[in-house]
């Protein structure tokens, strides 16, 4: 896939493991980012990327960031889609109750390249029944 850096800085995304799913990807930044508690900040990561058609990019939390520091996408799961060429941004949110500081070339986030389905909505006034119908929330736990 191709990615261009945008900034000398940039740090290409990175896989932590042979069968990781995400690939890291780090922060753009001179100077380290103060996050306040409940706040979030957009943090560059200084590339663009051309996402083939037929797929998207799904930014996730790095597990070890959330776990420690509270730190995590505040839209849960960023969505780039393969006709945006702008800066890759993450949202990050600090959902901890401590000021949190990102550094530079920290990694801050973990990109999953992924298929997807593009539908034809139809309206229709039926749909098809099934054992669950429509019991939503908590429906399919053990009773």
């Known amino acids: 896939m191709k990615i261009k850096k945008l900034n000398e800085n940039?740090?290409?995304?990175?896989?932590?493991?042979?069968?990781?799913?995400?690939?890291?990807?780090?922060?753009?930044?001179?100077?380290?980012?103060?996050?306040?508690?409940?706040k979030t900040?957009?943090?560059?990561?200084?590339?663009?990327?051309?996402?083939?058609?037929?797929?998207?990019g799904f930014i996730y939390a790095r597990s070890g960031l959330a776990s420690k520091k509270g730190l995590a996408p505040a839209n849960k799961v960023g969505v780039i889609d393969a006709d945006y060429r702008g800066e890759v941004m993450v949202a990050l949110h600090n959902h901890s109750n401590?000021?949190?500081?990102?550094?530079?070339?920290?990694?801050?986030?973990?990109?999953?390249?992924?298929?997807?389905?593009?539908v034809d909505f139809e309206e229709t006034e039926e749909l098809n029944d099934t054992v669950r119908g429509d019991n939503g929330f908590g429906s399919t736990g053990t009773k």
């Open 41 to 56: 900040k957009l943090i560059p990561t200084g590339l663009a990327m051309e996402i083939p058609v037929g797929y998207a």
């Open 98 to 118: 401590l000021n949190q500081t990102i550094s530079a070339k920290e990694r801050i986030a973990q990109i999953v390249i992924a298929p997807f389905l593009k």
């Open 10 to 38: 940039a740090v290409i995304p990175t896989y932590g493991t042979e069968y990781s799913a995400g690939a890291d990807l780090y922060a753009c930044i001179l100077e380290d980012i103060t996050l306040e508690p409940g």
